[in-house]
């Protein structure tokens, strides 16, 4: 592995867990009623955030409810990934 896939990996690891922290803050600052509207209860929001529950009444084939929080990666309108692996 050389130093620049390193870094870009550090890189999307720090960017991954800012955006699970900021996902983890948000749901928290929810009132319990908002939680249930939303079909989660305050206790699976560990699990959500780290992608180990499923959220009831969603298809588990089907893209991750919360998928577009912590997906990290940018991409292209093309779908490819912004950077090219090095």
């Known amino acids: ?3 620049i ?7 999307d690891a720090l960017a991954q867990h800012r955006q ?11 009132d319990d009623r908002a939680l249930a509207d939303i079909g989660i209860h305050r206790s699976q929001i560990p699990a959500l955030i780290a992608g180990i529950a499923p959220v009831a009444g969603v298809d588990a084939t089907a893209e991750p ?19 090219p692996p090095l």
Do not use: I, Q, W, Y
């Open 1 to 3: 592995m050389s130093l």
């Open 5 to 11: 896939n390193l870094l870009v990996s550090a890189r």
């Open 20 to 30: 699970r922290r900021r996902a983890f803050d948000e749901l928290m600052s929810l």
């Open 65 to 83: 409810a919360l998928g577009p929080v912590f997906n990290c990666s940018p991409r292209l309108a093309t779908g490819r990934p912004f950077l």
